[in-house]
């Protein structure tokens, strides 16, 4: 079945740690997208890929970096875990084309203690 | 000014009630309108996809775009409780990457 994989689901972890947020989808879309949400807050992105070794930073500033390395795989990483990272990250793709329509994962509630 | 307004609510209605949910955008260049339904720690699900001004019904689902006025909405039907959730709007200008989010409207709908 098609669809779009985030682990884990939820994360607590200690400041100063290195963390990864894995994001695979199944979908064959070639477009992946990371976004951070906070409550009451709209989504920002903060990473996007057109394609395998293509990555661009959004709207939002972030510290975390991304890699595209394969077409179905787009991790995001913190080098070093802050309070202020906690957040909810979502990961999303899209076909290539003009619609844009997003197909979200079920997101990683990230903790920084 | 934010791209994208939407009233966050919370919104409460009782089973069976018709609900508008709205949003109003500045930018007339958007071009792709959709609403996205998120329940309690869940990802955002596509539930409706629009392209320029009109309606789009599907089931108890209608949206509505009226580019003049930069006004889109989402009417639902005969709500269930299990339509309770977070619903967002977003849109974009056509080819280009970002999609432009509302806050999102928190909807109850009790039975």
């Known amino acids: 079945e098609a669809d779009i994989y985030q682990t884990p689901r939820y994360l607590v972890i200690g400041t100063g740690k290195k963390i990864t947020l894995e994001c695979s989808q199944t979908?064959?879309?070639?477009?992946m997208y990371w976004y951070q949400q906070d409550p009451g807050m709209e989504l920002h992105l903060i990473h996007y890929?057109?394609?395998?070794?293509?990555?661009e930073k959004g709207d939002l500033s972030s510290e975390s970096t991304v890699s595209r390395i394969r077409t179905e795989h787009f991790p995001l990483t913190l080098e070093s875990a802050r309070p202020s990272h906690t957040s909810q990250y979502l990961c999303?793709?899209?076909?290539?084309?003009?619609?844009?329509?997003?197909?979200f994962g079920p997101g990683t509630r990230l903790t920084v203690l | 000014q934010k791209e994208v307004e939407q009233d966050p609510g919370p919104l409460s209605v009782p089973e069976g009630a018709i609900v508008s949910l709205n949003c109003t955008y500045s930018n007339s260049a958007f071009q792709y309108f959709m609403w996205y339904r998120q329940y309690s720690r869940k990802g955002p699900e596509l539930l409706m996809y629009?392209?320029?001004?009109g309606n789009k019904e599907d089931g108890r689902f209608t949206a509505q775009v009226d580019k003049s006025s930069k006004y889109i909405s989402l009417f639902i039907r005969d709500s269930q409780p299990s339509d309770s959730a977070t619903y967002l709007c977003a849109m974009s200008v056509g080819g280009a990457n970002n999609l432009f989010f509302g806050t999102g409207t928190r909807l109850t709908v009790i039975p």
């Open positions: 890929s057109y394609g395998v070794n293509s990555t």
């Open positions: 629009t392209y320029s001004s």
């Open positions: 979908m064959g879309h070639d477009k």
């Open positions: 999303a793709s899209s076909e290539s084309g003009r619609s844009n329509e997003q197909f």
